[in-house]
């Protein structure tokens, strides 16, 4: 009776010390990286994991929440990118190839030799690239809603963007967030005007150089996130997927979802049903084949 009661007290501290170390304030830092002073926070501790962001965003609010979540049970670096929250933008194009030599600039400045990579949108773009140019810093890779293609998303996404400007943001928190945290003041219309050009820029990742990417992908999408269904299944199946009977045969260490009733943007309300399968992937070991 009483080693059971010593063994549920042990059992409780552990529990308490995890959501301790999981609320303690973030380690914060400005790395010089590619001539930008790139904003990062490290939280929680554990195996390292690196978090980027989509376009217009930054480790605020509904990101934040993500963060604290995955802190729970791994160190998370969240990167704030170039030209977003309290990175200073530069004269240098935003592509997926400066992104991804950003996120190992980073990992390099903090010392660390290898991380998983879960991005959203331009993150996840960043986040495949840097698997495929980088393969020796990526352990495995979260991909949420995002191509490998310009023309992996449905027409009406690329119509979109020629007629998008800068007025349309006026007022919404993309803007008026990003200009209280951003250290150039009123800088906001010309780092629209960049992501807007990086939108409407064509790129091709190129189908064999995600094939030889040796780091495990998931895959996770809305059924109506503006990324065509076979795209989404061509990303897939380049990484060994859509081929086996898992009930009979290993299952593939690459993973998809594809969220029902979801879209590009509300994937971020998903939350409490993500993080989850994410954690259950990034512990996941490799299976005997």
Do not use: C
């Given at each position: 009776?009483?080693?059971?009661?010593?063994?549920?007290?042990?059992?409780?501290?552990?529990?308490?010390?995890?959501?301790?170390?999981?609320?303690?304030?973030?380690?914060?830092?400005?790395?010089?990286?590619?001539?930008?002073?790139?904003?990062?926070?490290?939280?929680?501790?554990?195996?390292?994991?690196?978090?980027?962001?989509?376009?217009?965003?930054?480790?605020?609010?509904?990101?934040?929440?993500?963060?604290?979540?995955?802190?729970?049970?791994?160190?998370?670096?969240?990167?704030?990118?170039?030209?977003?929250?309290?990175?200073?933008?530069?004269?240098?194009?935003?592509?997926?190839?400066?992104?991804?030599?950003?996120?190992?600039?980073?990992?390099?400045?903090?010392?660390?030799?290898?991380?998983?990579?879960?991005?959203?949108?331009?993150?996840?773009?960043?986040?495949?690239?840097?698997?495929?140019?980088?393969?020796?810093?990526?352990?495995?890779?979260?991909?949420?809603?995002?191509?490998?293609?310009?023309?992996g998303?449905?027409k009406?996404?690329?119509?979109?963007?020629?007629?998008?400007?800068?007025?349309?943001?006026?007022?919404?928190?993309?803007?008026t967030?990003?200009?209280?945290?951003?250290?150039?003041?009123?800088?906001?219309?010309?780092?629209?005007?960049?992501?807007?050009?990086?939108?409407?820029?064509?790129?091709?990742?190129g189908?064999?150089?995600?094939?030889?990417?040796?780091?495990?992908?998931?895959?996770?999408?809305?059924?109506?996130?503006?990324?065509?269904?076979?795209?989404?299944?061509?990303?897939?199946?380049?990484?060994?997927?859509?081929?086996?009977?898992?009930?009979?045969?290993?299952?593939?260490?690459?993973?998809?979802?594809i969220?029902?009733d979801?879209?590009?943007?509300?994937?971020?309300?998903?939350?409490?049903?993500?993080?989850?399968?994410?954690?259950?992937?990034?512990?996941?070991?490799p299976q005997k084949?």
């Open positions: 009776m009483k080693t059971t009661a010593i063994v549920n007290m042990m059992l409780i501290m552990m529990l308490f010390s995890g959501v301790i170390s999981a609320q303690k304030k973030p380690v914060t830092g400005y790395a010089p990286v590619n001539g930008l002073k790139m904003y990062y926070e490290i939280k929680g501790s554990g195996e390292p994991v690196v978090v980027l962001h989509g376009a217009f965003m930054a480790i605020t609010d509904d990101w934040r929440l993500w963060i604290n979540e995955l802190a729970k049970t791994r160190k998370v670096i969240a990167v704030e990118m170039q030209g977003h929250g309290r990175t200073a933008d530069i004269k240098r194009d935003i592509t997926y190839e400066n992104l991804s030599d950003d996120v190992v600039g980073l990992l390099d400045y903090l010392k660390i030799e290898r991380a998983d990579i879960v991005g959203y949108s331009l993150g996840a773009g960043a986040a495949m690239m840097t698997a495929i140019r980088h393969p020796e810093k990526v352990r495995k890779v979260v991909s949420i809603s995002a191509p490998i293609r310009r023309d998303w449905v009406e996404a690329n119509d979109f963007w020629p007629n998008f400007t800068v007025e349309m943001m006026k007022g919404t928190p993309a803007e967030e990003r200009e209280k945290l951003n250290p150039v003041p009123n800088s906001f219309p010309d780092f629209f005007s960049h992501i807007k050009a990086a939108a409407m820029r064509p790129y091709d990742f189908a064999d150089k995600l094939k030889a990417t040796k780091a495990p992908f998931f895959f996770i999408h809305g059924d109506a996130d503006g990324v065509r269904i076979d795209h989404i299944a061509e990303m897939y199946r380049l990484k060994g997927g859509g081929y086996t009977h898992a009930d009979m045969a290993p299952h593939p260490e690459s993973r998809l979802a969220l029902p979801t879209t590009h943007v509300t994937l971020m309300n998903k939350m409490t049903t993500i993080v989850p399968m994410i954690n259950d992937f990034l512990d996941a070991k084949q």
